[in-house]
């Protein structure tokens, strides 16, 4: 990737949706300098790429985008979340820090050494976690101007096993997690979510991961912005760890262009 390039792409969609499909987490592209920063070997940097991207997403939301009568719009993070992870607080307020996941990673998914423990996260913070914030901020703010409302649908998916990171990892793991926030997701959203994803199986909520992604400037502030958070079990639809996707991945992406549709109305 040019160096001078964003870090995300921001792609189009209808004029009349208000649905943007946020994936944050699907890419594994480390820029060199930032490679520098990381303590690991390359086999072990790939092992830990394996664990922590949430791989195929994009592909997932591209589909659904392609097959929904309204297309979405997608905000979608070209390097992985060890550069910066867009959806953490980049302050105290984030709970992760508690295991070396901020907004700068310092520890992996089995709690080992990424970076040094002094590593100053403002760097990394300025030069990519601000200006996706910002690009964030703006792509919710155009849909608000045109539409009246935006809801941003997070991407996600997660191992069938827990893995060491995790705070609440004991909880159940269902096929679908819905991650919820008590302000931004409206009760007719959460329904249907689980209705789009009924034949998938089980429908979670908030196990193993809770939540929902707004940009800070609406977050607890502006109801016109709703939020849900759609957590994929890895054994529905791929290989873990970070093998390929397999033939659960069209029917993923079915039902949440069922979702974009219903969220479209």
Known sequence: M?????????????????????VPHS????????????????????????HITDSHTARIAQEAALTAPLTPWRFVNRLSRLVVDPERFPDEREEMRAVGMGAVYTRTTHREPLRPDDTDPEPLVARYFRPYARAMTDAVADRLAAVGRAVVIDVHSYPAEPLPYELH???????????????????????????AFAELGETGLDSPFAGAYVPLEYYGQDPRVSALMVEIRRDTYMTEPGGPAGPGLPRLAAALAALVTAASV
């Open 169 to 195: 990892g004991e909880g159940p793991r269902p096929p679908v997690c819905l991650g919820t926030d008590a302000f931004h997701t409206p009760p007719e959203l959460l329904d249907a979510a689980r209705e």
């Open 27 to 50: 890419a594994r592209e480390i820029p060199a300098e930032v490679r520098a920063g990381i303590v690991l070997d390359d086999e072990a940097l790939e092992r830990e790429l394996d």
């Open 2 to 22: 040019n160096p001078a390039a964003p870090s995300f792409a921001f792609l189009p969609g209808a004029a009349g949706s208000p649905v943007i499909l946020h």
